[in-house]
């Protein structure tokens, strides 16, 4: 096997041209030096440099094991390199509502990732009622999250707009029991739509749970169901239904926050956050609709 201390001798007494300057180079003696080599050449079975009292040239086996060592010790440099920047490197656990992931990723988090390079950003995606709930179980360092509530502990991002809505030339809400298409269990919009069904309105039947807003959409343009749809993702092959008119739950506006985990903080996530922030700032009233 060949050990790099070896190699860098070997190298050190080729770039010098002399055992003594390479000895005064890599704060050895010429004898400590001299017997490195030896035990090099005794390890390849073959002889590596002539000395005279020129200095030294190198063999033909030599040559060929010093292209050899040049790559051996720039790579275990470079290995050694990279351990240490995984070792200082700095994770943060972001949480982003499944439906609105893309937005985040096309705008802040990218950006981010550019920008910070010596921080590692991991994502993960879920419905904002279990990135909350995983959030206070140390899962997370922050989430964004909608609610139907003010944010107590949290940052408020943007308030947002959904409407029950329909197939433009359907029939699905006019059904005895009406076909919803809704987020799964631990969704706010969801959680709203059971909290303010009363008995007086008509049965639910959710014939689609998913956490696919595209899903949703669908769903509904092909007049399978009825579904609570934010304002901006609203198209013309759907129509807005009165929940009134049509007796349905009322929905409330619903707003998107960040969260930190308390005992996360650190200045970059503070700068995360203030990006984040500042991408939603920088929006006109109509783009944040369309966040």
Same mark, same amino acid.
């Given at each position: 096997?060949?050990?790099?201390?070896?190699?860098?001798?070997?190298?050190?007494?080729?770039?010098?041209?002399?055992?003594?300057?390479?000895?005064?180079?890599?704060?050895?003696?010429?004898?400590?030096?001299?017997?490195?080599?030896?035990?090099?050449?005794?390890?390849?079975?073959?002889?590596?440099?002539?000395?005279?009292?020129?200095?030294?040239?190198?063999?033909?086996?030599?040559?060929?094991?010093?292209?050899?060592?040049?790559?051996?010790?720039?790579?275990?440099?470079?290995?050694?390199?990279?351990?240490?920047?995984?070792?200082?490197? %700095?994770?943060?656990?972001?949480?982003?509502?499944?439906?609105?992931?893309?937005?985040?990723? %096309?705008?802040?988090?990218?950006?981010?990732?550019?920008?910070?390079?010596?921080?590692?950003?991991?994502?993960?995606?879920?419905?904002?009622?279990?990135?909350?709930?995983?959030?206070?179980?140390?899962?997370?360092?922050?989430?964004?999250?909608?609610?139907?509530? %003010?944010?107590?502990?949290?940052?408020?991002?943007?308030?947002?707009?959904?409407?029950?809505? =329909?197939?433009?030339?359907?029939? =699905?809400?006019?059904?005895?029991?009406?076909?919803?298409?809704?987020?799964?269990?631990?969704?706010?919009?969801?959680? %709203?739509?059971? =909290?303010?069904?009363?008995?007086?309105?008509?049965?639910?039947?959710?014939?689609?749970?998913?956490?696919?807003?595209? =899903?949703?959409?669908?769903?509904?343009?092909?007049?399978? *169901?009825? *579904?609570?749809?934010?304002?901006?993702?609203?198209?013309?092959?759907?129509?807005?239904?009165?929940?009134?008119?049509?007796?349905?739950?009322?929905?409330?506006?619903?707003?998107? +926050?960040?969260?930190?985990?308390?005992? +996360?903080?650190?200045? *970059?996530?503070?700068?995360?956050?203030?990006?984040?922030?500042?991408?939603?700032?920088?929006?006109?009233?109509?783009?944040?609709?369309?966040?």
């Amino acid at each position: 096997m060949l050990k790099l201390e070896l190699l860098e001798s070997f190298i050190a007494v080729v770039e010098c041209g002399n055992v003594s300057k390479a000895a005064e180079r890599i704060c050895r003696t010429q004898s400590a030096l001299s017997l490195q080599i030896k035990k090099l050449e005794e390890t390849v079975g073959q002889s590596l440099l002539l000395r005279d009292n020129k200095g030294v040239q190198m063999t033909e086996a030599g040559e060929t094991l010093l292209n050899y060592a040049y790559k051996m010790v720039q790579l275990n440099a470079q290995a050694m390199g990279d351990l240490k920047e995984s070792q200082n490197k %700095q994770t943060i656990r972001l949480g982003v509502p499944t439906d609105y992931i893309n937005r985040y990723l %096309q705008s802040s988090l990218m950006e981010f990732i550019r920008e910070f390079t010596n921080i590692e950003l991991s994502i993960d995606t879920d419905v904002s009622g279990n990135l909350y709930k995983r959030l206070h179980q140390g899962e997370f360092d922050a989430v964004v999250a909608t609610h139907w509530q %003010q944010p107590v502990n949290g940052e408020l991002l943007f308030e947002r707009k959904f409407h029950w809505v =329909a197939a433009s030339q359907g029939n =699905a809400h006019q059904r005895p029991t009406v076909p919803m298409a809704l987020y799964p269990e631990n969704c706010p919009i969801r959680a %709203q739509v059971f =909290a303010n069904h009363q008995m007086s309105m008509r049965p639910i039947n959710v014939l689609l749970s998913t956490p696919s807003p595209q =899903a949703l959409c669908l769903a509904v343009e092909n007049d399978l *169901a009825v *579904a609570p749809i934010a304002e901006f993702r609203i198209n013309d092959k759907m129509q807005i239904l009165d929940p009134i008119e049509h007796g349905l739950p009322i929905l409330p506006t619903f707003n998107e +926050a960040v969260y930190v985990n308390p005992e +996360a903080h650190s200045e *970059a996530i503070n700068q995360l956050i203030a990006l984040i922030k500042a991408n939603v700032e920088k929006l006109s009233p109509a783009q944040v609709e369309d966040f």
